[in-house]
């Protein structure tokens, strides 16, 4: 589970620019206003990338996350309506579709827009284009306020919070991750402590954090290899890591793909399928 209480400082290279209310969303059901789209140039730096120079999964999640928590914040949902109020924007599940990661000192254009809300759930929706205007991300994603003291999801509209939005028909709610079956092969075993550098600013690891965590369970295991696209992303963060916590990681192979699942004293904490993609 993954938090994301308020804007962070500004990342290096990140650039927000005006929407386009042409932008392609529009024949997919979603509006196109300038107040709906979000855009944002990133310049993906060498800190962003792995030893093959292509943008980690674990950056790409953050890249998505700091849109969409700094779009809240220019729709009237920030801090002030949140965190200051003891609430934390939560994200639940994800789905993703990578055609190609990009590369050191490439520049992307990030582009976010809101789906129509579920009672307690805010979907969101995120596009990343290269240079030539190829689209190479998409992402879906639900999101939940949580209360900071209870830890339990909260009726938004009860402390006043709405994003108004509209989703093509049959994208949400976003199906549940599978566990492993008994046809799946498990591959490796880790026993994981959050660690200080991996937890976030409401002190529990941060879900992006997992996709390192599955990559090098993949090039630790000698019947894999690194996280590989295209591919099809599917995760469900079930519950929290609180720093210093202890939990077991367990990394399986599928019939089309990889398992990553994290859990302790049998209780799920994440599960993270990943498969080709086309």
Known sequence: MDEIASPAG?????????????????????????????SQKIRVRSSDVTVKRVLRISTLLKYIQEGTVRHTTELGMGRDMTLDKGLLWV??????????????????MLRTWPGEQLHLFFPRYTSIVDQDSHEIVTSKT??????????????????????????????FPLPRVMVPGIQDTLLMKKEC??????????????????????????????????????????????????????????????????????????KDLFRIRLEPGR
């Open 10 to 38: 500004s990342h290096s290279g990140i650039k927000a620019v005006p929407a386009t209310g042409a932008f392609d969303a529009a024949a997919q059901g979603v509006k196109s206003t300038l107040a709906d789209v979000r």
């Open 91 to 108: 994200i639940t599940q994800q789905q993703m579709t990578v055609k190609r990661l990009p590369g050191y000192d490439e520049e992307i």
């Open 193 to 266: 402590t959050a660690l200080f550098s991996e937890c976030d600013i409401n002190g529990h690891m941060n879900n992006s954090e997992y996709f390192d965590l599955f990559d090098d369970m993949m090039q630790g295991s000698t019947d894999t290899a690194a996280l590989q696209v295209p591919c099809e992303i599917s995760a469900e963060y079930i519950d929290e890591i609180p720093y210093k916590s202890h939990y077991l990681a367990e990394l399986y192979r599928l019939e089309k793909g990889f398992l990553l699942q994290g859990s302790s004293s049998g």
């Open 142 to 171: 639900l999101w939940v306020l949580m209360d900071e003291k209870t830890r339990r999801p909260v009726f938004p509209r009860k402390y006043g919070v709405a994003i108004e939005g509209v989703s093509k028909p049959g994208d």
